[in-house]
């Protein structure tokens, strides 16, 4: 190895390193098989981001502009998907035998990048599920839930997601009096004491490609079991149009005991924060009516709970050997592999 400018330690021939190789084994068996379990997530994910990216970049050499999106805004956010994850930092911790991915050079466009959806997803889920168990633990009187509202479908996706905010904005100042009171409501959704929701939407095909359909899932905690059809009278009374029978959905979490609730969390996350399959002109449609709007709330209990912190201090340092923190660069290979082309202190 050579030492560069900026401290990493290049390795001579990178895509003799690919995770997959026995070569890598030299470095940590750890390390191997951490960033081999990495790329099977995330494989797929990027290469999704680089073949969106090359329509995009397609895209604005065929045609003027798409709504108020210009050929050069076209162009410059297809270039940020095709490059999103081409290279990345994770931190190593060889004494704890732990691996955190760090940096990377993500394009920050969710509604357009798989890649970034599913970052999302996993910061999420790695953000809230402290909380949730947290939430538990001290008050093992609230009872999780999964909801579902669901409006009708239309062709304006940010009126339709407006109406949809616009409830859950009651649920929340619902829940901060709630909390203030310290008693339970005489409401449904005053008896929501906290959640976080997402956005999300899909084209629906029975009414054609031009109507979208807006879904708000949410992991909500409650003093007690919500019943279905008084919810969604209250929430149509805010929305002030009527609803269907199946406009809004409550589900119990099959257990309630730690840690099955906390699996359930994980699992319902990550289908709510799943990326949407859409194709290219329906992403950018949901971009364009969606840019600026936050995807993800968080309200009542959830907001500024206590998150248990990671301390290396907590590990013995005198049974352990080796340095105490690497950053590691990867690089994807032809959005395939993973090389690592750095380390350093």
């Known amino acids: 190895m050579e030492e560069?400018?900026?401290?990493?330690?290049?390795?001579?021939?990178?895509?003799?390193?690919?995770v997959d190789k026995k070569m890598v084994a030299s470095l940590d068996g750890f390390l191997v098989e951490a960033l081999e379990?990495?790329?099977?997530?995330?494989?797929?994910?990027?290469?999704?981001?680089k073949s969106i990216g090359e329509s995009l970049l397609r895209r604005s050499r065929e045609v003027c502009n798409f709504g108020h999106l210009t050929e050069v805004d076209l162009h410059n956010y297809g270039a940020r998907v095709a490059?999103?994850?081409?290279?990345?930092?994770?931190?190593w911790y060889p004494r704890l035998q732990r691996i955190k991915l760090l940096m990377a050079n993500f394009c920050h466009l969710p509604l357009l990048c798989p890649s970034c959806s599913h970052a999302n997803t996993v910061k999420a889920v790695d953000t809230y599920l402290p909380r949730f168990n947290y939430l538990l633990t001290e008050q093992p009187d609230l009872v999780p839930q999964f909801l579902t509202i669901t409006l009708p479908?239309?062709?304006d996706i940010r009126e339709r997601t407006d109406t949809i905010l616009s409830v859950l904005s009651e649920a929340t100042a619902w829940s901060n009096r709630a909390r203030k009171k310290h008693s339970r409501q005489d409401?449904?959704?005053?008896?929501?004491?906290?959640?976080?929701s997402r956005l999300h939407v899909r084209p629906t095909p029975v009414i054609g490609q031009d109507f979208f359909q807006v879904h708000l899932h949410a992991v909500v905690l409650a003093s007690e079991t919500l019943v279905s059809n008084k919810l969604r009278r209250e929430i149509a009374t805010v929305m002030a149009?009527?609803?269907?029978?199946r406009a809004v959905d409550v589900r119990p979490f099959h257990n309630t005991d730690l840690p099955a609730a906390a699996e359930d969390f994980?699992?319902?996350?990550?289908?709510?924060?799943?990326?949407q399959d859409l194709n290219v002109d329906q992403k950018l449609r949901v971009f364009t009516a969606l840019q600026g709007v936050r995807l993800t709330r968080v309200w009542g209990a959830f907001w500024n709970t206590p998150v248990p912190i990671?301390?290396?201090?907590?590990?013995?340092?005198?049974?352990l050997s080796g340095p105490d923190f690497l950053r590691v660069r990867c690089d994807w290979h032809e959005a395939q592999n993973l090389v690592i082309t750095g380390i350093r202190g």
């Open 187 to 196: 409401t449904e959704l005053g008896k929501i004491m906290g959640g976080i």
């Open 83 to 91: 490059r999103c994850g081409s290279y990345l930092v994770f931190g």
């Open 310 to 319: 990671f301390e290396l201090a907590a590990v013995e340092p005198a049974s």
């Open 241 to 245: 149009e009527p609803l269907s029978q």
């Open 153 to 155: 479908a239309g062709p």
């Open 4 to 18: 560069t400018s900026d401290n990493f330690s290049r390795i001579s021939n990178p895509t003799a390193l690919s």
């Open 266 to 275: 994980r699992r319902l996350m990550e289908y709510s924060w799943k990326d």
């Open 37 to 49: 379990e990495w790329r099977a997530k995330w494989q797929r994910h990027r290469g999704a981001s």
